[in-house]
């Protein structure tokens, strides 16, 4: 209650800065070949707008609007927005639609009446991320005898998007991340066995995708290699075994030494009391 209480005071603060201050910049992330409605919220419908829609600020007018018409000017650059745009003469707010990363930048609209409002929206298209795929890294000519002594080697990749984080997961703990911006990335992960848990995920600011690591394709399951998984535990076992083995025979040999001595004493004890 408080919570959305103190939100709604932050979202109406948020409001009245964009409109008092007119040089604000609305961040609108987008995501490729989706559709985008920026508006520029009139408060006051005035008739007499003449509305003005720039690419990249003060650049290429690309939509107009007059008390009697509405047009779009979508051919410039090369016509990257043709047949893509909207203008919708009663708000003022532009479309565009199947938005690609050529649509990245900055829109101005100017509205002019008896005073004259300047709003920006800051449009960052990201990419429609695939889902990653898995491969098996591990050299090719391990034979099977010696496998179960080398680690398992998982190769996550993504190709053809850029600026992305992939990340290697165990149920929801971060392994290992990069962050990329070349078109072809991948990340190793190197594992004793695998089970279901590992996953690879590729995500930007607004989209994740993830892959779910399949233990019968690529690596020995964990569940049936008890001597992979837990090769140092069992070292570690086989060590205390074997402290605990000679421990247990040096007190052996104690006890029967000392028994024997014990014995010996006695007798000598024994001894002197008959001789005194
Ligand atoms: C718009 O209306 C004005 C008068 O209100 C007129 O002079 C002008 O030619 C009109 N423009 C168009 C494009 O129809
Ligand atoms: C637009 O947004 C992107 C991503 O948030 C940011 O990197 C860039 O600096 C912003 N540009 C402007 C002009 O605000
Ligand atoms: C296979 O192993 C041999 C020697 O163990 C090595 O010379 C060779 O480069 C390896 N080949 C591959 C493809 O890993
Ligand atoms: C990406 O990787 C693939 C296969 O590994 C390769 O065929 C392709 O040329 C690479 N592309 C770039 C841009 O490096
Ligand atoms: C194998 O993996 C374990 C942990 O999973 C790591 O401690 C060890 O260094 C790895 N060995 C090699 C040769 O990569
Ligand atoms: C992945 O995206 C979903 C929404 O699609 C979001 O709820 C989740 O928090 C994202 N995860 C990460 C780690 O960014
Ligand atoms: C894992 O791989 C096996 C064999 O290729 C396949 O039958 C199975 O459906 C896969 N499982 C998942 C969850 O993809």
């Not at 991340?177 to 848990?197: A, P």
Request: some cysteine; overall charge neutral; proline content about 3%.
């Amino acid at each position: 209650m408080v919570d959305r209480f103190v939100l709604s005071c932050l979202c109406c603060c948020c409001l009245v800065g964009v409109l008092a201050d007119s040089n604000a910049v609305k961040s609108v992330p987008v995501t490729e070949g989706d559709s985008v409605t920026l508006n520029p919220d009139l408060s006051v419908k005035q008739s007499d707008n003449l509305i003005m829609w720039n690419f990249k600020t003060n650049g290429y007018l690309i939509a107009k609007i007059t008390s009697n018409h509405t047009s779009i000017i979508d051919d410039v650059l090369d016509g990257i927005f043709r047949d893509r745009l909207k203008l919708d003469h009663q708000t003022g707010s532009l479309t565009i639609t199947d938005i690609t990363t050529q649509h990245t930048g900055v829109y101005q609209v100017t509205i002019s009446s008896k005073t004259k409002s300047v709003y920006r929206f800051n449009v960052t298209v990201y990419a429609r991320l695939p889902v990653p795929v898995i491969i098996s890294d591990s050299p090719q000519n391990s034979s099977s005898s010696s496998s179960s002594q080398q680690n398992c080697s998982l190769l996550c990749s993504v190709v053809n998007v850029g600026h992305v984080t992939l990340s290697w997961y165990k149920g929801n703990s971060l392994l290992s991340s990069i962050s990329v911006s070349d078109l072809n990335n991948s990340l190793s992960l190197r594992l004793r066995c695998l089970d279901d848990s590992y996953s690879c995920m590729v995500s930007n600011p607004i989209n994740n995708r993830t892959k779910y690591v399949n233990v019968t394709d690529l690596c020995r399951p964990c569940s049936d290699c008890a001597f992979c998984c837990h090769a140092s535990e069992a070292l570690a076992r086989l060590a205390l075994s074997v402290v605990v083995g000679v421990a247990t025979v040096a007190i052996v040999f104690y006890d029967i030494i000392t028994s024997r001595k014990g014995v010996n004493e006695r007798h000598h004890d024994l001894q002197y009391k008959t001789a005194s």
